[in-house]
């Protein structure tokens, strides 16, 4: 089924996924229009392209969440040298890391985080709340399953037994 026969179905339904198919019809419907508007050669604000590239960068984001259960089943883990560090994945075998990479990632993140919570500027809380909207907690949550399902794919493997479970961690799973 195409996405715009999902979306034509949404208007005779109602809860959150309606909700979200009514809001991606609009921006099937925006962005159609902005393309058919825009030419290879015209100059724009910084703004409006920043805008532009945000939202991308979000959208890409959602679905990267959406199909994420289902493309990691299909993109099983990459062993190295480190029993506890194999190579992960994100959707169709994109954003390749290690496991200990995106547990560096996710702890930088949930630092900075930290550190600006204890604030009571406003400032700091604004910012808070704008990187919020650009993504900064859709790309921790990214991280975080990405080490969830690295944890899971290693205690999987090490249940299984055999050559390639040597070595990983005992305790996990």
Not at 24 to 52: Q, Y
Not at 55 to 68: A, N, P
Not at 131 to 138: C, P, T, V
Request: glycine fraction near 8%.
């Amino acid at each position: 089924m195409k996405i715009t026969d999902l979306l034509e179905n949404s208007k005779n339904s109602s809860g959150e996924g309606a909700t979200v198919k009514n809001s991606l019809h609009t921006i099937i419907r925006v962005a159609t229009h902005l393309d058919r508007s825009i030419t290879n050669d015209e100059e724009f604000p910084e703004w409006m392209s920043e805008k532009i590239g945000s939202i991308k960068d979000q959208m890409v984001s959602v679905m990267d969440y959406e199909i994420s259960d289902e493309e990691l089943e299909e993109a099983p883990i990459d062993m190295t040298g480190d029993p506890n560090d194999p190579m992960i994945y994100g959707h169709a075998k994109a954003n390749p890391m290690s496991l200990k990479g995106r547990i560096m990632q996710a702890r930088a993140q949930l630092k900075d985080l930290a550190e600006r919570a204890e604030s009571n500027d406003l400032l700091v809380w604004q910012s808070i709340c704008r990187d919020a909207k650009g993504g900064l907690f859709m790309g921790l949550e990214q991280n975080l399953e990405q080490i969830r399902h690295g944890i899971a794919e290693l205690a999987a493997k090490r249940k299984k037994g055999g050559v390639q479970s040597r070595g990983i961690n005992r305790n996990i799973g």
